[in-house]
Nanobody, 121 residues
């Protein structure tokens, strides 16, 4: 499975962005999918995930503002980000795994290349 992330950019605080992660090579309708992010000088952290028959999971810092969704027909997972804050600035990565989902980044077999999100104050 190859993952291609897109949709990042520069936005003012309070704005919105939608990230996309398109999969190719194999349908990943049954895969666990997740978004992680990494800010300069910080560890990669879990943002949102979907696994276990469509259940969704969020980091506490984003759970009222971000929404993960999966379109199996398009083989694409999305991350809708609203009310963005400067603290959300990071490179965002999508990840997928055929076995199970996790909040731990090292549990995922497949990764997109990352897309930069910058939120100005």
């Amino acid at each position: 499975v190859q993952l291609q992330a897109s949709g990042g950019g520069l936005v003012q605080a309070g704005g919105s962005l939608r990230l996309s992660c398109a999969a190719s090579g194999r349908t990943f309708s049954t895969y666990a999918v997740a978004w992680f992010r990494q800010a300069p000088g910080k560890e990669r952290e879990f943002v949102a995930g979907s696994w276990g028959g469509g259940s969704t999971y969020y980091a506490d810092s984003v759970k009222t503002r971000f929404t993960i969704s999966k379109d199996n027909a398009k083989n694409t997972v999305y991350l809708q980000m609203n009310s963005l804050e400067p603290e959300d600035t990071a490179v965002y990565y999508c990840a997928a795994d055929p076995r199970y989902g996790s909040r731990q980044w090292n549990q995922y077999d497949y990764w997109g290349q990352g897309t930069q999100v910058t939120v100005s104050s």
